[in-house]
Every structure is written in structure tokens, then in C-alpha cells.
T-cell receptor
Framework: DAGVIQSPRHEVTEMGQEVTLRCKPI?????LFWYRQTMMRGLELLIY????????DSGMPEDRFSAKMPNASFSTLKIQPSEPRDSAVYFC?????????????FGEGSRLTVL | KQEVTQIPAALSVPEGENLVLNCSFT??????LQWFRQDPGKGLTSLLL?????REQTSGRLNASLDKSSGRSTLYIAASQPGDSATYLC?????????????FGKGTMLLVSP
């Protein structure tokens, strides 16, 4: 099993540019989560999907952030336009087993730096 | 709102020591609790998952216990090694208005010196 795969691993961009982060969950997992990690705030849940449907996006900071899951094996998190305060590590995770009882597996993260 | 606290925030021990990391949560109506390890610049690696009906789980030198009624979990690491140096996070899963929520603590940064 390849685990949760994220790309790119590192992204450096300038303020105002569009950023797209990608995630491939573990095959067979039907829940996918996007988290953001910073030193100040720790891990924050941005959005999660169950069976490709967005369930809770209350953590998405503002309208500049959007996420899609067009099929069971792919999700994107887009920031447009990006700002320096968006600099963080963005993690994707997928859930094995039940939505409430399953085990969460994380990708290696995408480190975003907005200049 | 669920709050998860991990104590201590940082811990430094010599190799070979047994140690305990603590995790407490405010809402005991949880489905499960999961312990993770995070190495610098890496993602989170799942260590142990304890369902709400369980009291403990063991994997190698790691043992995690759960006391749901008191809102506490401990991660016991036996015979610590320098390779155990990492940040350890706990997370609790509960239901909130039909949503599955996972709340993380801020972690304990462990350093095991040779």
C-alpha cells in the first residue's frame, strides 16, 4: 500500500498566485481530510469529504480556499489568490474503517511558502 | 467544544528510560483516541488507535491506555531510544451534529539522548 500521496512536497510562490495542492488517498478509504499545520495554531481541520461529498468545510478560512474531490482517488485544495499568511504545511489524510471509528492515515504534507 | 491538552510540552530523557506522555480531553463522549508520531518535516504516523470500548493497546515498546470517564490517555514508551525522538500527538474522535470531528493536542516534543 503506497499510503496517502501528496504533491507537491514543497511550493514557493508569490502573493496573488494560485496554488493547487493534490492528494491521492489510500485505495478503499472513503473519507478524506485536509489539515493545515502551523507553529502557532497546530493542526487545523480545513475540510473533509465522505464518499467524495464535502461534509464539513467550516474550517476553510475564507473564500480564497476551495477543495474538490472529483472521484474516490483524487482531491485538490486550491488557494486563489494566495497570501503570505497562508504559508504552512498542508496535510491530506484518509480514513480507514468507519467514519467515526476508523484510523486516520496522513500524507507527508505539502509545505507552502507564499512570499 | 472538545479541548485536548498534552503534558508535558517537551521532554528530554537519557536513553533507556521508561517514560509516560499524557493526553487529556474535556468531552468524554468520544469514539476513539489515536496517538501519532511526527518527525521534523514529515507527516503524522499513526502509532496506536484505541476505541472507546477499549482500555489499552500495545505495539512493541509502546502501550497506550484510555480512561474515557476521566478524559485521560497515556502513552508509555519502554526502554526509550534516540530513534524515539519526535513529537507525539494525540487526537480524539467524536461526533458533532452528525459530523465526525478529530481534535488534536499540540503535542509533546520528545528528545532521547544517547
Amino acid at each position: 500500500d503506497a499510503g496517502v500521496i501528496q504533491s507537491p512536497r514543497h511550493e514557493v510562490t508569490e502573493m496573488g498566485q494560485e496554488v493547487t495542492l493534490r492528494c491521492k488517498p489510500i485505495s478503499g478509504h472513503n473519507s478524506l481530510f485536509w489539515y493545515r499545520q502551523t507553529m502557532m495554531r497546530g493542526l487545523e481541520l480545513l475540510i473533509y469529504f465522505n464518499n467524495n461529498v464535502p461534509i464539513d468545510d467550516s474550517g476553510m478560512p475564507e473564500d480564497r480556499f476551495s477543495a474538490k474531490m472529483p472521484n474516490a482517488s483524487f482531491s485538490t485544495l486550491k488557494i486563489q489568490p494566495s497570501e503570505p499568511r497562508d504559508s504552512a504545511v498542508y496535510f491530506c489524510a484518509s480514513n480507514g474503517g468507519g467514519l467515526f471509528t476508523g484510523e486516520l492515515f496522513f500524507g507527508e504534507g505539502s509545505r507552502l511558502t507564499v512570499l | 467544544k472538545q479541548e485536548v491538552t498534552q503534558i508535558p510540552a517537551a521532554l528530554s530523557v537519557p536513553e533507556g528510560e521508561n517514560l509516560v506522555l499524557n493526553c487529556s480531553f474535556t468531552d468524554s463522549a468520544i469514539y476513539n483516541l489515536q496517538w501519532f508520531r511526527q518527525d521534523p518535516g514529515k507527516g503524522l504516523t499513526s502509532l496506536l488507535l484505541i476505541q472507546s470500548s477499549q482500555r489499552e493497546q500495545t505495539s512493541g515498546r509502546l502501550n497506550a491506555s484510555l480512561d474515557k470517564s476521566s478524559g485521560r490517555s497515556t502513552l508509555y514508551i519502554a526502554a526509550s531510544q534516540p530513534g524515539d525522538s519526535a513529537t507525539y500527538l494525540c487526537a480524539v474522535r467524536r461526533e458533532d451534529s452528525g459530523y465526525s470531528t478529530l481534535t488534536f493536542g499540540k503535542g509533546t516534543m520528545l528528545l532521547v539522548s544517547p
